[in-house]
């Protein structure tokens, strides 16, 4: 709306114009009147054609209290809620909630487990914050089931069901009712290879109960998921283990009415990239944004610890014409963060911004995707 209102303020300021330099027209000579008709209008004119992405800018919001990564993130109502991950002081158990009317955050609930988890997803149904994963415990130390509710009202935490599977690292999207958990791996501090899962699993808030869906037709991790209508989208990723991965650059689907997984034909990403798995992928008009991530400095080069950094990219998945296209990057690279979409904005939350282990970072971007 606001970028209309820019547009029709231009166009009636280029009509005053216009109706000037008309009258000039009618008093002086043609060919000089023509040409102060459009000195006057051709600048006008450019501010119009340029305004249309005027407002294309990403924007320096608040900072989280501490800087962290591989967390889970979700909106209800008004605020953005985080939860979890690996910061400077270990795994984290807080809770920090951004309000986006006033552009501040706060501190919401500590979770009990004061050990704190990281590599963990989030979800909202109902006016709660649903958080699954995670690593951080267990024994040995590692992967271990973490299902856990966080209430608003109520401002308190309460344990759920555990999942059907132990594994972390997966995203978690809902549909119709339920929570959807793809894939994930297990793993631990004695095991050397991890496990990847093809399985999806089902939660149902209302039951606080889990069935198993259609698994994968492959294990891999570290993908966006995206929902559009009937039908998730399951983008980028990588399986097999580290230092023989295996790039998954074909768009997966899964239709939730008829259980059944796509496997071809719906595009594919140029170059490996993978993404964070904090929460569902932003969906907007049939296309899903899919925002920093890991990919290649060099394109052409391997899949090392020197070519693969997080990203500053934004990659638009078009669902329909099933074409990948470019939008604005972000102002720095970007990994293991969170993407959240609320009112008319992209909010771009914490992660790392370098390939290091250890640096995770508490700055927040936002980018206007009114119309």
């Known amino acids: ?28 000579p043609a060919g000089a009147a023509d040409a102060e008709t459009k000195r006057r209008i051709v600048p006008v004119l450019s501010l119009l054609l340029w305004d249309e992405g005027a407002e294309a800018k990403w924007e320096s919001c608040s900072s989280l209290h501490i800087g962290r990564d591989q967390f889970a993130a979700g909106v209800i109502d008004n605020k953005l809620y985080v939860f979890g991950g690996n910061s400077a002081y270990g795994n984290s158990n807080s809770l920090e909630i951004f309000d986006t009317a006033t552009g501040t955050w706060t501190l919401g609930t500590a979770h009990s487990y004061s050990a704190g988890v990281e590599e963990v997803t989030g979800a909202v149904i109902d006016g709660a914050f649903f958080v699954f ?5 267990g024994t040995p130390y590692g992967v271990f089931n973490f299902v856990e509710k966080y209430s608003p009202k109520t401002k308190t935490w309460s344990s759920l069901a555990p999942k059907p599977t132990t594994n972390a690292g997966n995203p978690a999207l809902v549909y119709n009712g339920e929570i ?6 297990y793993g631990n501090d004695d095991m050397e290879d991890e496990l990847q899962y093809t399985v999806v699993e089902a939660y149902n808030p209302t039951t606080n109960t889990w069935r198993t869906v259609t698994s994968m037709p ?3 991790e570290n993908f966006a998921v995206g929902l559009y209508k ?15 991965y295996t790039v998954q650059l074909d768009v997966v689907s899964y239709h939730f009415p008829s259980n059944t997984w796509t496997t071809s034909g719906l595009g594919s990403l140029e170059h490996f990239h993978m993404f964070p798995y904090s929460s569902s992928a932003p969906v907007l008009d049939g296309k899903i944004y899919l925002v920093g991530g890991e990919g290649l400095v060099d394109p052409a ?5 020197e070519n693969v950094q997080p990203s500053s990219d934004m990659l638009i998945y078009d669902i329909a014409a099933g074409v990948f296209s470019r939008g604005l990057s972000l102002p720095e690279p970007r990994d293991d963060h969170a993407v959240l979409m609320h009112d008319g904005y ?7 911004n370098s390939s290091d282990e250890d640096a995770h970072v508490n700055t927040v971007f936002r ?3 009114d119309k």
Do not use: H, K
């Open 301 to 305: 080069g391997p899949l090392s610890e």
């Open 346 to 352: 992209m909010y771009v939350i914490g992660g790392r």
């Open 367 to 369: 980018l206007s995707v």
């Open 180 to 185: 959807y958990i793809f894939g994930g791996y």
């Open 218 to 220: 492959q294990a891999y």
């Open 133 to 137: 994963g995670a690593w951080g415990g």
């Open 230 to 244: 009937d039908t998730a989208y399951l983008i980028g990723g990588v399986y097999g283990q580290e230092g023989r």
């Open 1 to 28: 709306m606001r970028r209309y209102a820019l547009m029709v303020t231009a166009w009636f300021f280029l009509a005053l114009c216009f109706n000037a330099a008309q009258a000039e027209i009618s008093d002086g």
